[in-house]
Each structure stands twice: as structure tokens, then as C-alpha cells.
């Protein structure tokens, strides 16, 4: 009978692992299915008990940082980070009231922000990224003067 309920085990944690897909139940998925073959074998409740706690602990502990790193996937870096410092071209006036403003950065067209509601930021003039904030870019004006337009 304890056979039949580890195997039980066994398979919820196999369709929780199925649902969550985030290798969190496979570890007690092989510890009851340690303990079904431990019943098979005429191991007593008490000793199957045992088994399953000591191979799940055992599995979470040495095997899921290796599967982890092997089996999550991969994040993707966009370093927006890099763009802190650098110097776009405002090609849509920058006005935070009336929430407008675009500027190009890396050749990329970004949303834009002024870092102070009072300063609008005019079309074709520099400035410089002190943050990005989710898709936007918040900048401040630079000292340097901006390219003139190519006719």
C-alpha cells in the first residue's frame, strides 16, 4: 500500500514540475520514487520516510545549482546601463508636461524625459542620459553645442 501512495507522490510532483516548469518538485519527484523502490524492496514506512527526505535533500542540494545553470534560460543583457553618461540628439522637442520628446541614442530612436519638468529640451540640441527608467531616457542639456543640420 505505501508503494502505491509514493508512487501517488510521484506523479504530483511530476505535474507540478510539468505546470511550473522551474525544476522545483523534480528534486521530491526522484525522492519518492526512492522511496516506492525502497517499499518495493521491503523497507519499512519509517526507512522509506527517511530515504525520501534524504535523496530529495540530497538532490536539492548538490544537483540544482548545477541544473540551474545548465537548464534556466539565458537572460538577455541590453545594457541600457552603458547609456547613463552618454550624449544623444533630442529629434522630438523634449517636454515633460506635455509628455513629448524623443532622442537618439546609438543610432537607436529612444522616448525621452527631461530630468527637470522646467527644462524643455529643443529639437537638434544635445544632451547628456543621467537614468533610463524603464523604455525612457532622462536627460539633463549639455555644454556642447549641437551638430547643424546637413542640407
Known amino acids: 500500500m505505501a508503494v502505491l501512495i509514493w508512487i501517488g507522490i510521484l506523479i504530483l510532483f511530476l505535474v507540478i514540475e510539468a505546470i511550473t516548469v522551474g525544476l522545483t518538485t523534480i528534486w521530491f519527484a526522484v525522492g519518492a520514487?526512492?522511496?516506492a523502490l525502497?517499499?518495493?524492496?521491503?523497507i519499512g514506512v519509517i526507512g522509506q520516510i527517511v530515504l525520501f527526505f534524504g535523496v530529495s535533500s540530497a538532490l536539492l542540494i548538490f544537483t540544482r545549482p548545477i541544473a540551474l545553470r545548465y537548464f534556466t534560460p539565458r537572460q538577455i543583457r541590453t545594457n541600457y546601463e552603458d547609456a547613463v553618461g552618454k550624449t544623444v540628439k533630442i529629434t522630438v522637442r523634449v517636454h515633460n508636461i506635455n509628455g513629448t520628446g524623443t532622442a537618439v541614442l546609438?543610432?537607436?530612436?529612444?522616448?525621452?524625459?527631461s530630468k527637470d519638468d522646467r527644462i524643455a529640451l529643443e529639437e537638434g540640441t544635445l544632451a547628456e542620459v543621467v537614468a533610463v527608467e524603464?523604455?525612457?531616457?532622462?536627460?539633463?542639456?549639455?555644454?556642447?553645442?549641437?551638430?547643424?543640420?546637413?542640407?
Open 33 to 35: 520514487l526512492a522511496a
Open 106 to 113: 546609438n543610432g537607436q530612436e529612444w522616448t525621452a524625459r
Open 134 to 151: 524603464g523604455v525612457k531616457l532622462i536627460l539633463v542639456p549639455t555644454k556642447r553645442v549641437a551638430l547643424q543640420k546637413q542640407e
Open 38 to 42: 525502497a517499499g518495493m524492496l521491503g
